[in-house]
C-alpha cells in the first residue's frame, strides 16, 4: 500500500465540506453528536480510495482527534466563540475573527496531518465496497451525511 498524502486528503476535505449541504450536516455533526469532521472526511476519504479500516483503528483515529480538540481546537474555538459574544461590536472584530478563522483552519490542517501520520504508519485493508463510517457514524448520521453531499446548499 502505498503513503497516503496529506495534501491530497486536504484538497478532498476541502471540496467535500463545500459540496452540497455538507458543511452543516459535519457541523451539526459535531456540534449535536460531538463527532469530528476532520474524522468523518478521512473515513469517507479513504472509502474513495476502497481502503478499509478496523474498528480498533478507527478508535485510535478518534482518540488522536480528542486529544488535538481538547488541547488546540477546542480552546481555539472558544476564543473565537467570546470574541463574538463579547466584541462582535468593536471596530477590530471583523479583523481579529478572520485572524482567528485563519488560524483555526491551520489547526484543522494540523488534526489532519496528524491522522494521515498515524494511517502510514498503519496496515490498511484494500475493500471494495468500503465502509468506514458505519464505524464511527450511526445509521441516521450515515444516511444524512451521505445525502448532504447530493443535496443542494440551504
Not at 476532520?38 to 483515529?61: A, D, M, R
Request: charged share 15%.
Amino acid at each position: 500500500m502505498s503513503t497516503l498524502d496529506e495534501h491530497a486528503f486536504w484538497q478532498f476535505a476541502c471540496t467535500v465540506y463545500q459540496q452540497g449541504s455538507a458543511q452543516h450536516t459535519l457541523l451539526s455533526l459535531q456540534d449535536k453528536h460531538q463527532k469530528n469532521i476532520n474524522l468523518c472526511l478521512l473515513l469517507l476519504y479513504l472509502e474513495t480510495l476502497n481502503l478499509q479500516l478496523t474498528e480498533q483503528l478507527v478508535t485510535q483515529l478518534e482518540s488522536i482527534c480528542k486529544n488535538l480538540d481538547t488541547q488546540l481546537l477546542g480552546p481555539h474555538r472558544t476564543i473565537r466563540q467570546t470574541l463574538k459574544q463579547q466584541f462582535i461590536d468593536h471596530q477590530s472584530y471583523s479583523k481579529i475573527r478572520q485572524q482567528l478563522l485563519n488560524s483555526e483552519l491551520q489547526l484543522e490542517r494540523l488534526q489532519q496531518s496528524a491522522l494521515i501520520s498515524s494511517l502510514n504508519q498503519s496496515h490498511l485493508t484494500s475493500a471494495t465496497p468500503s465502509n468506514n463510517l458505519a464505524l464511527y457514524l450511526n445509521e441516521n448520521q450515515l444516511k444524512r451525511l451521505k445525502m448532504s453531499l447530493i443535496a443542494d446548499k440551504s
